[in-house]
């Protein structure tokens, strides 16, 4: 499985002359944990995390100017969105991020963060059959296939062997998280 599998997208971004304060009410009302930092490209040039946040407010003088630029982690370390998550979950914990950007060339595309790779472990099989059979429906424009899953292995029922939306049934089917293979059953 890859990271554009997880990524949340869009993701919320920032530039270097942010404010910390601002930031600080960004991630408290949106529940993130770490911004990515672009300049005026959009291009990424650092992140900046709640810790750093909070370091920037409790452990210098107190400004009302500070900004992002004073607090923001650069180099930062980003993936692209085929990383396999194994890669990614490895550099995060190696590294102790809270988060890593996804890029496509040099634009911010999505995020994964812990709560992203949580998310993933703790979903079971019911999970996936619902977000499977939601995608095959939207698709379908209604209930053409049903689907079944046994430990990530996702059995979809109502298709013929020749049909030719069968790569695209497959392939929705596969990009959901945990599913690992997929199979076509004869109803």
């Known amino acids: 499985m890859h ?3 997880i990524m949340s997208s869009p993701v919320t971004t920032v530039s270097p002359s942010t404010a910390v304060d601002e930031c600080l ?9 770490v911004l990515p930092v672009v300049d005026e490209s959009q291009h990424l040039v650092g992140i ?6 909070l370091r ?6 107190p400004r009302a100017d500070l900004s992002v630029s004073e607090t923001m982690t650069t180099p930062v370390v980003a993936m692209t969105p085929d990383t396999d998550i194994s890669d990614l979950a490895s550099a995060m914990l190696r590294s102790g991020l809270r988060g890593i ?15 992203d790779l949580l998310a993933l472990l703790t979903m079971d099989d019911t ?7 939601h995608r095959l429906d939207v698709y379908a424009g209604s209930r053409r296939w049903t689907v079944e899953i046994t430990d990530g292995t996702v059995a979809i029922t109502g298709l013929a062997l020749d049909d030719p939306e069968r790569e695209v049934v497959t392939a ?3 990009g959901v998280p945990g599913v690992a293979d997929v199979q076509f059953t004869q109803s």
Do not use: C, M
């Open 56 to 61: 920037a407010k409790f452990h210098s003088l």
């Open 48 to 53: 900046v995390s709640e810790g750093d946040l």
């Open 3 to 5: 990271t554009r599998h």
């Open 127 to 133: 999970r996936i059959a619902k977000d499977v059979q």
């Open 25 to 33: 009410r960004i991630i408290a009302r949106t529940g993130f944990t």
């Open 172 to 174: 929705l089917a596969a």
């Open 101 to 115: 950007p996804i890029v496509h060339e040099h634009d911010v595309i999505g995020i994964v963060t812990r709560r």
